[in-house]
Nanobody, 124 residues
Framework: QVQLVESGGGLVQAGGSLRLSCAASGRGFSTSAMGWFRQAPGKEREFVAEISWIGGSAYYATYATSVKGRFTISRDNAKNTVYLQMNSLKPEDTAVYYC??????????????WGQGTQVTVSS
């Protein structure tokens, strides 16, 4: 199992940027799929982005349609950290953002380890 701690959330104006970080400890980080999900009040947790190991030093990233072209997921295996760079933020991006590790995919059930979440608030 992997332990995860997110950071980098905050309050930003629409059009601004934030970078979220997720520090992992434990075994298996480099071969784990890492995902970002978010949950707004009264809504279900939704997929944001994933970066999966596909062999060797190669990784593949996928994004929710709502964030494609604005958000970028990346990872630094030497630091056991995954990042979510969020640009051109919109008020509808306001949510608690969660980092997850596991087998991957766009459903929460595909992940076995979760962070505690970090709040992102985008003002209009």
């Amino acid at each position: 199992q992997v332990q995860l701690v997110e950071s980098g959330g905050g309050l930003v104006q629409a059009g601004g940027s934030l970078r979220l970080s997720c520090a992992a400890s434990g075994r298996g980080f480099s071969t784990s799929a890492m995902g970002w999900f978010r949950q707004a009040p009264g809504k279900e947790r939704e997929f944001v982005a994933e970066i999966s190991w596909i062999g060797g030093s190669a990784y593949y990233a996928t994004y929710a349609t709502s964030v494609k072209g604005r958000f970028t997921i990346s990872r630094d295996n030497a630091k056991n950290t995954v990042y979510l760079q969020m640009n051109s933020l919109k008020p509808e991006d306001t949510a608690v953002y969660y980092c997850a590790a596991g087998g991957g995919g766009s459903y929460p059930q595909g992940y076995h380890s979760w962070g505690q979440g970090t709040q992102v608030t985008v003002s209009s």
